[in-house]
């Protein structure tokens, strides 16, 4: 078995995540000026969470994650992958609950813990299948011993760690700019958790 370092970490700020809407696939905004000012503030204190010796550098193919992963890793080559997008929000994306409060079919969105499929939108089921495929994707030669960083989505990481560790999808919420570090071994039967623990964090495993 191979063993991989992955680290997760979540895109900077955006204006619609400044006010709380549902900002998923369809809408691609870029960095706030205030999220662009935290992820260099990131920049300088990067090396202190993520040592030297990064072997690739993975990011979704939206504005606020590879700005995101440019910012922090500009110097490396970055590999876009698709599967990596955020969920499909359908008939919620871009509103936020002040404006959703009322909505029937939301109500009862909510009341299904996010479990219901979003009307236009994605299961979650589906978009954790897709998001795990994102992941194996970034593993790459499941034979190598590798450190991997992987920019993306609040939702990636919960549907990412749900899924390999068999907890609560919401126990994996991350804050912008947040994210998480997963020590993993790698071979051609499978993926196995060895730890898990907040960026900046201790183990959680």
């Avoid at 994306?93 to 479990?115: A, F, R, V």
């Avoid at 992987?150 to 560790?165: D, E, F, K, P």
Wanted: aromatic share 8%.
């Amino acid at each position: 078995m191979a063993h991989k370092t992955i680290y997760f970490i979540r895109h900077g700020k955006t204006p619609g995540n400044a006010e709380k809407r549902y900002i998923g696939k369809r809408t691609d905004e870029e960095l706030s000026a205030e999220g662009k000012s935290e992820a260099g503030e990131l920049l300088s204190s990067i090396s202190k969470l993520i040592p030297d010796g990064i072997d690739r550098i993975c990011s979704s193919p939206m504005k606020r994650a590879v700005q995101t992963a440019e910012i922090l890793f500009g110097d490396q080559d970055i590999k876009v992958i698709d599967n990596l997008m955020e969920i499909d929000f359908g008939v919620f994306e871009g509103k936020n609950y002040t404006e959703l409060n009322g909505d029937e079919t939301y109500q009862k969105w909510i009341d299904s813990n996010g479990t219901m499929s979003i009307p236009e939108g994605e299961s979650r089921e589906d978009f954790i299948d897709r998001s795990y495929a994102g992941f194996e994707d970034a593993l790459g030669d499941r034979s190598k011993e590798e450190s991997v960083v992987i920019v993306c989505h609040g939702g990636n990481i919960m549907s990412v760690l749900s899924r390999l560790t068999g907890k609560d999808y919401y126990d994996f919420m991350t804050e912008t700019l947040g994210g998480y570090v997963l020590e993993v071994e790698t071979d051609d039967e499978g993926i196995s958790v060895i730890s898990y623990h907040k960026l900046g964090a201790g183990d959680n495993s």
